[in-house]
Each structure stands twice: as C-alpha cells, then as structure tokens.
C-alpha cells in the first residue's frame, strides 16, 4: 500500500490550508457542515494549531464529530492531539471546546466502510489523493480505517460538557 505524506508542496499546502480563514470570518457555514475547523495546542510549542478536517460523521454524543486523519499517525495535527487532547472545534459558525481520541481500530475501520457507502465518489477521490490503494470494498475501507500507521484512522471529537448556569450541581436522579 502506497501512502502519500502530508502536504509539502507550496501550492498543496496552499490549498489544504485555504478554509481556514473562512472559517476565522464566521463563514464556516459555507461548507455545509462536511468539514470542521480543528484548533489544537502543538505539542513541543505549547502555541495553538489549526486543521480543516473532513467530517466522516456525527459522534456517538450531540454535538460530537468523527473526522479522518487522512494522513494517519503522521499527520501533526493527529500527534498533537495524542499528546494533548483538549481542543477546540468549528462546525458551520459554532465554536466548542472539547477532547479529541482516536477511535479505537476495529471501530475507525467500520465507521469508513460506512463513509465509503454513503459517499462513493468523495471517499474514492480521497484514498486517490492520498494514493491509497484501495478496490472500493468495503472490507478494503475497513483495512485502511483500521490500520493507524499506514491507513487513515478516524479521531472522535466530543464537546466539553457545559456547566450549570447556576453554579450548583446537577441534582437529577441518574437511575
């Protein structure tokens, strides 16, 4: 399996990079909510990093993404969060705080086989961008979602929790 590395070139950095400010003037909405801005503290630098990621689909909580990090455990912004997990995130003009975890392998690689049926096409057209070798089944996507060094594994984006308004704790029964 051939694996592409991050964007080196000028213009391809350019290009990856160029949502970003339209997410920074509000316009995130723009993008239908298919792609989320990611802000993530570098992990040697302590300075905070963005990344425009793809959203695979909706997480397992409200407001929570799951997004593909097309370049695997080499992408920075994959390594950043690994170290430190606490981010922000913009999806259409909402701003949240949360964490960030990748998934664990067996359940990246099935939730991109799912994305690979819903979206043919974009999900073919990434694994060529990525040049990915991939026949377009689903236990093809299954073996690139799952492998977290050469494939593309999905990381898990949950919101913080609110507070309370009141500053009291939540006296709800949970049984």
């Known amino acids: 399996m051939r694996t592409a590395g991050p964007a080196r070139h000028r213009l391809t950095r350019a290009l990856v990079r160029a949502p970003i400010p339209?997410?920074?003037c509000g316009l995130g909405r723009l993008f239908?909510?298919?792609?989320?801005l990611l802000t993530h503290v570098g992990r040697r630098t302590g300075r905070p990093?963005?990344?425009v990621l793809e959203?695979?689909?909706h997480g397992p909580t409200t407001g929570s993404y799951v997004v593909a990090a097309g370049y695997g455990a080499r992408a920075q912004w994959f390594r950043n969060i690994e170290a430190h997990?606490?981010?922000s995130y913009r999806v259409g003009r909402r701003r949240r705080d949360g964490w960030a975890y990748p998934l664990p392998s067996a359940e990246s690689g099935r939730l991109l086989a799912?994305?690979?049926a819903?979206?043919?096409r974009t999900a073919a057209a990434l694994m060529r961008m990525l040049d990915r070798d991939v026949d377009g089944s689903r236990a093809a996507y299954e073996r690139v979602g799952a492998d977290a060094e050469h494939g593309v594994p999905l990381v898990v984006i949950t919101p913080t929790p609110q507070p309370s308004i009141t500053g009291q704790p939540d006296r709800?029964?949970?049984s």
């Not at 239908?32 to 989320?36: K, V």
């Open 85 to 87: 997990p606490e981010v």
């Open 32 to 36: 239908g909510g298919r792609l989320l």
């Open 118 to 120: 819903r979206r043919p």
């Open 55 to 57: 959203v695979v689909c």
């Open 114 to 116: 799912d994305y690979a």
């Open 49 to 51: 990093r963005d990344a």
């Open 22 to 24: 339209v997410f920074r």
């Open 172 to 174: 709800r029964r949970t």
